[in-house]
Every structure is written in C-alpha cells, then in structure tokens.
C-alpha cells in the first residue's frame, strides 16, 4: 500500500510546482490502475517527478506499507527505487551503447542478482513483452514501439510493486500506443500502476481509478481510496554495484569509441615513457637533483644589496693570493697586522636614482616578485588596556615581504605560504605573523607585539587576529630638548592619541607551505609588511623636524656623537629621510626567465669600472653549480623526459571523463532511476578511468622497453658503455600503478560530478 497524507508539495513540472491541498491524502492499494491527469490553468500538461519526487517533501509524509517515510536517508530511496518501483519513460530511456537484454538486467544488476538468475529473468521479461528473438540487439535498431517494451521489460524484470508510466505512448503512434496501453493493462492485473498523462482519453479507457489536477490541485478522485492500517513489515534490500561490474558497463561503454581511447592512452602514455627511460638510466637519482633544482633553487631571489660580497673568480684569485703570503701555523713570535676590510671581496653597491628606476622598467615578465628592504625605523606602540607598550620593531623581526607584480599583490606568499588564520593583507596598513613549520613564534617576537610570555607556552589563534598597532610619527616620537639635542617622548598617551597616527592591524597568521622550504623568511617567527607602508612612513618622515636637523649636522641628533658621511646617511634614512632601499629582492618566475634577468642587471654595468658596477647575489645558481659535471647524459634525459607531461596527462584525463559526463548523462539519470547510489555512479567513471589509467601505464611501458634499444646503441657510440638502459620489473610495474592512480585522480572530480547530478534533468538532457 502507498499512502500520501497531508502533502504540500508531490508534483513538480520544470519550476512550476504543482501542490495539493493539506487536508488531502490519496492512498493507492495494489492492482489497482490509476491514471494522474493533470492540467493548469493555461491547458499545458502538468508531469508527475516520478524519479526524485518522493523524497522531495516540505511537509506531510508518504507511507509504504505502513511506515512513514519522513525520515528515510538518500540510500533508503535508492533501494526503494531499485526494490519496488519500475520506470517506464516517455521517451524510453535505454542505454544506448549495451544490448536489450543488458538494459534489462541493469536494474536487478544493482540489486545484487546472480549473473544468471538476472539473465533468466531478463528473458523471461522480454518474452513476456514479445521481444525474446531481438535481445542482442541496441536499441538503436528498434522501433519506438520495440524501445517502450523494452523499458516496460526493464521495469517489470525486478518484481516491482508499483509501476510509474510517465507518457508511456507520448512519442507513439496511435497503433503503437494501444499496443503498449494493452501491456500495461495487463501488468496491472497484479501491481498498482501509476500513470501520468494529458490525454482523458487514454485515462477513460484503461484506468479504473483517475485523480485530475488543475492548477496545482486535486480537484477530483473517480475512485478514493482510504488507507486500512496494515500489519506487513517493510524491509528495503539495499542497492549495490560491485567494481567488476562497473568495470563491465565501462570497458563496453569504452568499446563503442575504441580509436579516442587508444589515443588518450597514448598520449596518457608519454609520461610514463619518459619517466621509465629515466629510472632505465639512473634509477631515478639524478630525477631528484632535477627535481629539487627546478623546483627549490628557482624560488631563491636574486639579492641586491648596498653591501656586497665579490664570488667572480679574479676577486677570489686575488683574495687566495693575499692569503698565500702568510704561512700557516708560523713559529715566529711575532703579531702580523693587516687591513681585513682591504683583504676582502666585499663590495659596496651604490643605489643611484638611475638605478632604481632602472629596476622599475625591467619587463615585469621575468619576475613574479619583487621586495625592497629599507633602513627606517617604524615608531610602534602597542595600548594594552590602560598600559602603553613600545616596540622595538627591529628586534621584532618586522620585515618587508615580495609584492607580485599582477593583479594579486599577495600571489608571491599565497606561492610559499598556508594562511592558518585571518587573510592575506588587503591594505598597506594590513601585517601579518609567520611561523614556523612547528608552528613556534619566539618568545622575543611576542613580546615586542605586548604578549606577556612569563610561564606561558601557547597563544590561541584568535587572540592575535585583530591586534592592533600605532606607527608614531618623528614629530610625535622625539622631542627637542633645552640642549638642543633630541631625546625619546616618554608621553605614550599623548603620542598614541596623535591624529598623525598609523595604525596597523595583525590580518593573519601564516606558515611555509611544506612543499616551499625556500619561503622561510626567518626562523622563530616575524612580524611581514608591504613595502607600500614602509613608504607610507617615509612619506610622512621627509619633513620631520629631526630629519631636518640630522640632514644639517654632522653629529648624532640624539647623541650628539661626531659621524662620517656613511654613518650619517645610514642615521638619516633610519629616522625616515632617505628611502633608498638596503636590499632588493627580486624572484624570478623560472629558469629561463631568471637568464634573462640577469642578462638585464648585466646589462646596466656595460662599461662601468669595477667600484661602479652593482653586484647581486644569486644563491640558487650558486648551489645548482655544485651538482654540475655530475651524469651529464642523465642530465640531459632529464630535461628532455621530464617535467608536465603527468600533469598534463592528468588534467588531460579530468577533461575527458569530464566530456564522458556529458556525453553519458541521460545514462546518469537512467542509473539513478534505477536506484542507483551516488557511490554507484562515481564507481562507473572511476572504472572508466582505470581502464585508461592501466592502458596508459601497459602502452608507455611497452614503448619505453622498445625505446631503450635505440639509446643504449646510441650510448654506446658515445661512451662505448654498455646496455646503460635497463628497465626493471618493479619499476614497470610501479609505474603502471602509478598511471592508474593519477588517471583515476584526474578523472575522480568530474566522477563526483557526475554522481551529484540530479536524475530528473539528466533524463531531459538529450
């Protein structure tokens, strides 16, 4: 028995949703032949949602069998789908690429049936329908007719207890349609049918019971029947799809485009050749140092500092040499003095306007960032409920961080770093505190930000976010004296209420991605800003009153101690006056484009003499030297075999299980209405993509075995060493694994997808 009591919402027909009254309830026993006949207000047929409308109620409750379906989870409906209701479609719905008698085992193949019991009561079912000499056939070379007896076989091969027809004769002609209006008629000797139509017609001649619809209500029952409580307990079997059986349904689905398939396999494959040829040569041991230079070295900056230390060979020759005229360990009692600044390869870089505008105009396409490093000082009080606290920003570690040079200030640090709470900055006034992988902060750092640390060992997340700051500007933070000497204002209220104020605000709390160890700034945590406020402060700091002052005086303002010209430069730009950067940091996006980086900063000491010229410091090139000479034919395999093309292949796999969706998604729908779980339909696309993945893996091992022939011929020529190339059982045998398992990551998105889709407009999709 099934019953609809007080329902607010049963029928759907596109957005326009069909409602019965609430005091209604209809009741439906078995053999019993109802015919839903609906029409709105404008005469346009109104469609029972017979796929997904039963668990789709606002209000009210649907009772089978005496048990109230209010609470029934998806998987219930599935099996309840699969176990009592058949489906009969309007426009069929068969699966095209299996046979007739595939389509009609379907159903019982989600219930769990033998493989031969299933295939006994497919025959049975399409004998009873007169299609018994036509069961290998597609549906495809079938009349219209032929499909309805197939989708009525279908829903009758399982046993259901009710029979949904949605416009069972809607794509018929006349004949045809009372052909098939007969075998529903006799199906309902023994089970209740539901059927939808327009057509009164249709409704008069074969129903012994018809409920009209009009305008979203009933408006009349030939035939009410009222529930009589029963005592029949309901049990629902649940619905399940082995991975053998997945992997049937889409190695026939695959089949029917065999010539796309061979080549996504191959082109899946070149990865996997690559890689197996590398591991061949040098059983993968130079694929890490490959790996690790174009992965790491790349992230290390191109330093440029006032300060420089002189790597070319003349200076260390010449440094080497001074260092031969001492002997080593001498006898003698004596001490030898010598000038240490005159005996080094440091170099001092001298940041001209003309160079700084130089950097400006390098094409922005060789870097991903760039930070510049000054000498000011940040004036920082931090208000502590009633209690003023300075900070000493130095001793903070406040730091400047790269800004990208696109649209994404922040695409540097989103590169490098996990946001583990509150965002990336948004305004210049915006900072945030790093950590490190132990997600540890020194206690010197907390400190200076006005966290107490005595006998505290952890600091919650939230009570960090939101902290705020105050930069005083120098006419606020220093005071002239009677001596005419500046001094440090001690009035911290006075100061902190300055409207000159710049106040800072802690935005989040970030950590080295663990795929990035080069993004480390410092150890034990910092406190990051843009350089957009370190201008913001100098700004502001060009015209302070002790600026002024120091830019006059060849002594220390504020201790009144003599200074030569470079001890006062550096006091100036410290107090805000010059905002030559220190340090220039710039990240290049590749190898190819740091080449052309360094051809450009390069190009700018054309013809300058030795103490002119600017000199940076590349550290990646400076460690990927060492490993340089070392297996260079491996080397060169390396860069030609390696790189994307798992990635590629990958994402390759994603678009075409992706394209499979699409193209099999009225097979989607007709799974679920089959009673099909979401675990059910993402298992198909998954064993789609297996069947690629290990095809893929097979082809490119295949391909690389044949291809080491040729190279070790070719090795041999060349070094007379022989069969270098040898390719291992293992490692075949791991790499087939290895294409399955990133064929089925590819692919397992767009599985996903495909399971959430919805049966109903998957069935209207064409």
């Known amino acids: 028995m099934l019953e609809l009591k007080n329902i607010t919402k049963i029928y759907k027909v596109g957005n326009i949703e069909t409602r019965a009254l609430d005091d209604v309830s209809l009741s439906f026993r078995k053999n019993e032949f109802v015919a839903i006949l609906g029409t709105s207000g404008s005469g346009k047929t109104t469609s029972l949602n017979i796929i997904g409308g039963l668990d789709r109620y606002d209000s009210g409750d649907l009772i089978i069998n005496g048990r109230s379906t209010k609470n029934f989870k998806e998987r219930e409906w599935d099996a309840y789908r699969n176990n009592s209701i058949g489906f009969v479609f309007q426009s069929y719905n068969l699966i095209s690429h299996l046979s007739i008698v595939a389509n009609v085992e379907m159903g019982m193949t989600l219930s769990g049936v033998s493989s031969s019991e299933k295939h006994k009561r497919a025959k049975e079912a399409l004998e009873r329908v007169g299609l018994i000499d036509h069961i290998n056939k597609k549906p495809n070379q079938l009349s219209g007719g032929q499909m309805q007896r197939v989708a009525i076989a279908r829903a009758l091969a399982n046993d259901p207890e009710i029979l949904l027809c949605d416009e069972p004769t809607g794509a018929l002609d006349s004949a045809t349609s009372v052909q098939i209006m007969d075998l529903i008629k006799e199906v309902a000797g023994d089970k209740l049918v539901i059927m939808v139509t327009h057509n009164p017609e249709l409704a008069e001649k074969y129903a012994d019971r018809i409920v009209k619809f009009q305008d979203g209500k009933v408006i009349s029952d030939s035939a009410p029947y009222q529930a009589e409580e029963e005592k029949k307990e309901f049990k629902l ?37 690559g890689i197996a040829l590398i591991l061949s040569l040098s059983v993968g041991f130079q694929m890490q140092i490959d790996k690790f230079e174009a992965d790491t070295l790349q992230q290390m900056p191109v330093m440029v500092s006032q300060q420089s230390v002189d790597l070319d060979a003349s ?15 001498p006898d003698a009692k004596k001490v030898f003095l010598y000038d240490s600044l005159k005996e080094s390869v440091m170099h001092k870089n001298v940041f001209s306007k003309e160079y700084l505008e130089y950097i400006k105009k390098m094409d ?36 400047s961080y790269p800004l990208s040079l696109d649209g994404d200030k922040n695409g540097v640090m989103n590169e490098h770093y996990d946001v583990l709470a509150g965002e990336m900055p948004k305004e210049p006034t915006d ?91 410092t150890n034990g945590g910092a406190v990051l800003y843009n350089d957009e406020l370190a201008q913001l402060v100098i ?94 034919g491996v080397t060169i395999v390396l860069i030609a075999f390696a790189g994307t093309n798992l990635i590629v292949s990958l994402i390759m796999i994603a678009i075409l299980t992706y394209t499979s969706v699409l193209e099999r998604t009225k097979e989607i729908g007709i799974l679920k209405a089959l009673g099909a779980r979401k675990k059910d339909i993402t298992r198909v696309f998954n064993a789609e993509t297996f069947i690629l993945g290990v095809c893929s893996g097979v082809l490119g091992i295949v391909i690389a075995k044949t291809l080491t022939f040729p190279i070790n011929s070719i090795i041999y020529d060349l070094t007379e060493l022989k069969d270098v190339a040898q390719l291992k059982i293992t490692h075949s045998l791991i790499l087939i694994a290895i294409s399955t398992v990133l064929t089925m990551l590819g692919g397992f998105i767009p599985a996903r997808m495909a399971s959430k889709r919805d049966a109903v407009e998957a069935l209207r999709s064409e």
């Open 431 to 521: 900072i945030l505190l790093t950590i490190d992988i132990k997600n540890r902060v020194s206690n010197s750092v907390m400190n200076e930000l006005g966290y107490k640390t005595d006998n505290v060992t952890e600091v919650d997340f939230n009570d960090i976010i939101g902290t705020e700051l105050k930069v005083i500007m120098n006419d606020d933070y220093y005071v002239k004296t009677e001596m005419g000497i500046y001094s440090f204002n001690t009035d911290y209220e006075k100061m902190f209420s300055s409207p000159d104020t710049i106040t800072l605000r802690v935005c989040g709390i970030i950590r080295p991605d663990e795929n990035s160890p080069m993004a480390k700034i």
């Open 364 to 399: 922005k396409s060789y870097l991903k960032g760039i930070s510049y490093s000054r000498l000011v000082s940040m004036n920082i009080i931090r208000k502590d409920g009633e209690q003023y606290i300075p900070i000493n920003a130095r001793n903070m570690s406040f730091q």
């Open 237 to 273: 079997k649940k619905t399940s799809m082995s991975f053998l059986t997945a992997l049937k349904l889409s190695g026939t689905n695959i089949r029917t485009k065999l010539g796309r398939t061979f080549l996504t396999s191959f082109a899946s494959s070149i990865g996997i050749i």
């Open 315 to 329: 200076s260390l020759q010449k440094l080497t040499d001074k260092e031969d005229e001492y002997e080593d360990y």
């Open 539 to 632: 700004d502001k700091a060009k015209n302070s009153e002790i600026v002024k002052a120091q830019e006059q005086s060849d002594n220390n303002v504020l201790s009144m101690e003599a200074m030569d010209k470079e001890t006062k430069e550096q006091t100036i730009a410290y107090l805000g006056g010059n905002e030559t950067p220190y340090v220039i940091q710039l990240y290049p996006k590749d190898f190819e484009s740091k080449d052309k980086m360094l051809e450009y900063l390069d190009k700018f000491n054309e013809g300058l003499s030795d103490d002119d010229k600017i000199l940076y410091t590349d550290m990646g090139e400076m460690i990927s030297g060492m490993s340089d000479g070392i297996m260079d």
